[in-house]
């Protein structure tokens, strides 16, 4: 082989003398690559896939053995690019005939022969190449068609807009645009039933939408000044003309770009309060794809000069549109344009004029083998991978941390700036085995988010949350924003995740500095009655399987203090309470004086609550400066009821109102108390 033509073989064996025999057989005409267990290969192929030739792979390893490696290269569908050679001392059928159904290509048993070892290796990775070579003519034969069947959509839209005077970026503009708008509305909402192949057609779709211009006069279509009554009308009649011209096609009338090119050429004027031309339609019964178009057609008519106009600024064109001033448009579309309107400015106003073509082909092409079932050819691998270049180079611009997450086998990936920054010494980090947790989240938050992570959908793939993050020895609040990845399958699988951490340090700090002081009571410096049943509400809501208690106490003798020793012993008494309840509590539990002498405790418990509120009741109760403190003290819980705040706080109300008319200086659970036949609850079964 040449030198030129040399290429990477990942051995994987757990035995260092086998990796160095098969080394020394193969190191002449490959590149040796080795890993010493199953988790070591995958992280290996997940790096540096596009530089694997073939891999050698043994069956008996410790962590994750070869069968699992097999299985996890078709997950990822490593297996479809990569050929794969068992070599292994097991000899049986059944193993030759597993590690062939999981898609290895031969299978070489041990103790080696160097030339079988070379002859096989080298036969079946010419016949890959081959096989490259052929999905590679086949993605140069699929990309020239589309980009054919493009330009000649651009060539027919360019000759309306020639005849227009209009700038021949309109139809480009117009195609991003509403590109943009669809992919950000499928995030949003499945309300419109649109597949990824359908934004594709709509999108090719939407430079037709002026077509019917080519039956109005020229002498109107340029009029440099306002149409009269009739030149308009006239004008108006180019909608329904395009959409005539696409009808009377003599074939394909059933093809998806002709039904979605019809409704954007006729409907495309309509607006969503009914005002619009020709047929008036109002709502939804304007099809998607018009009202995508017709926001996408104005937004880039304001923003571009005319022969009667000439150009707004992007921010004023947004006004414009928000403000009702270009007629009413769908409010989710709107919501979705106020989303993008930034990387709107970008994309067309800042970019090359032929990235949005190009991606779009690449796109398509990319869909197009997907469903063709064909293997990815290198010339669509090295596209992709200038793609994962270009976003790794803007990352480490961006001076964010980004990351990404691998479900399996479990693996958390920076870019280089992102483990500079953390001080990490890898890129690579194994969850399970590192202490990322700790280091840079606090673990509760850490396992929170990937709670949260594995709960989403492909759907609603977005995650939002705010966080401390231990950024290099200092503690920092963070915006932490992720997409979950899912698989293309009829049931789609969780695969792991991109995310980014913004710092918010400064205005979270503010704000918490404005909300604490608003939130506490300014005698003890609990929670307020207001934030306690907000923080209170906000934990039942995310309960799940979780249990929580509510406490709710009052003093039985405070106006016996203040009267006897005063209003500043009464102000002491109150706070000594206040200190033994956080003494006694837990940072994550909810203390809180919701009233002069009412206070509440909200903690999450597992078992031995009854010990908890015990020690805490004993505490709580201790005398005060030779002063007898006493309270009446009532527990709920949340899987008594429906989780609702304020049915928790009447429950634990009502089993204190049981003890003060009981006796006082006790405490008592809900559940201990019975129904009486009247309705009232009593500690006794008597009415209280």
Known sequence: MKKADKRSILIVDDSELNRSLLSDMLSDDFDIIEAENGVQACVVLQERELDISLVLLDIVMPEMDGFEVL????????????PVIMISAETSSSYIDRAYDLGAVDYISRPFDERTVKHRVLSNFMLALKQKEMADLLTTQVYERERDNRIMVEILSHIVEFRNGESGMHVMHVSTFTEMILNRLLLMTDKYKLSQSDITTIVNASALHDIGKMSVPEEILNKPGRLTKEEFEIMKRHAEDGEKMLKDIPYRHNEAIIRFGREICRWHHERYDG????????????????????????????TSKRVYKDSFTHEKAIDMIKNGECGAFNPLILKCLDEIKDDLKRELHENSPSHGLEYEIRENVEQLLKTSGSDVSNRTIRLLEHERMKFRFYADLSREVMFEYVSSPEMIILNDWSADYLELPEKIIDPATSDFAQRIFRKKDFDELMTRMRKSSPESPIIEGKYILNIRGEKKWNKVIVKTLWSDDENPMYEGALGKCTDITEETEEIQQLESLADKDPI?????????????TKCLDNAGEKKYALVFFDLDNLKHANDKYGHLFGNELIKTVADRMLANTRATDVCARVGGDEFVIFMQYKDGLAQMVDRIFKCITQELKGFTVSVSMGVALSEECEGDYDTLYHMADQAAYAVKYGGKNAYKFYNQLKQTPKGRLSDNGSNA
């Not at 299985?71 to 990569?82: F, L, V």
């Not at 005002?275 to 304001?302: E, H, N, R, T």
């Not at 003890?524 to 209170?536: C, E, G, P, Q, Y």
């Open 71 to 82: 299985a996890m290269m078709n997950k990822k569908g490593w297996i479809n690019t990569i």
């Open 524 to 536: 003890t410096s609990l929670f307020n009655a207001r934030a306690a049943k907000r923080l209170i």
């Open 275 to 302: 005002s619009g031309y020709p047929d008036g339609l109002k709502g939804d019964d304007i099809p998607i794809s018009a009202q995508v178009v017709a926001l996408a057609d104005v937004y880039d008519a304001l």
